[in-house]
């Protein structure tokens, strides 16, 4: 039996945005859990810490000076205002997982979606996940019994606004059920890593299937 094939491919530069508390955050924990061949991109924020979240894991949270320092120093691959802070994706680490072999998770807003396209072009997969109503995507940001109502009120006031950068996205999923979205998300992960352009040894693999036929006819 012949060695099992294995071709190199170009990473994929995953992004999942929403309006916050239409589960990305749910969605992407679960593809981390599962999913061995992708890691998520830490950003930095100015905005303090939920309970529960870990300095290093969810975020790397900073002050607004040190913020500015690492933009000045170039450090970010793209940053935004979101909600009255500060976002960012740091450089160095996306380049360590691509170099490593690895797909790379974005948990970024519509701004950061717009700025990495045009960093990396066609190596990104933009996905934009809808709540299935405003009524549910507010019960969602109650249920999560993280943020208080009057940023929880600041939230949904924004939620239409982001929801309006919807067309800026490659896909677009309603999380109804989210076992079924996160199917979703795995199917066009998986699409996008069987990509051609992104199977790096695919030329010279069919050069040496087609060289290898003595007799090979390849004047058709
Ligand atoms: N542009 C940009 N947006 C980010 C980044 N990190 C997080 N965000 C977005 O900032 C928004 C607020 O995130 P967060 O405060 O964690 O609240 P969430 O909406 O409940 O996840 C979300 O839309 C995130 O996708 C980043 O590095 N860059
Ligand atoms: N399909 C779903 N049905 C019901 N609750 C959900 C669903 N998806 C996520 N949630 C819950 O909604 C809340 C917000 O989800 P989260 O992933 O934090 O959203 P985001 O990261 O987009 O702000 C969480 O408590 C999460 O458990």
Redesign the pocket.
Known sequence: MADSVHLNRRGVLFVLS????????????MMLQQDPDIALSISATTRPPRPGEQNGVDYHFVDVDTFKQMAADGEFLEWAHVFGHRYGTPRARVEELLNAGKDVLF?IDWQGAQQLYQEAGPDVVRVF?LPPTMD?LER??R???TDSDEVIASRMARAANEISHWDGYDYVLI????DD?YGEVKAILRAERLKRRRQIGLIGFARDLIRSVPEADTTI
Not at 19 to 29: D, F, L, V
Not at 175 to 178: C, E, I, R, S, T
């Open positions: 929403s309006p916050s508390g239409a589960g990305k955050t749910t969605i992407s924990k948990d996940v549910e969602r940001l249920a999560r019994n999380n109804d059920n989210v979205c």
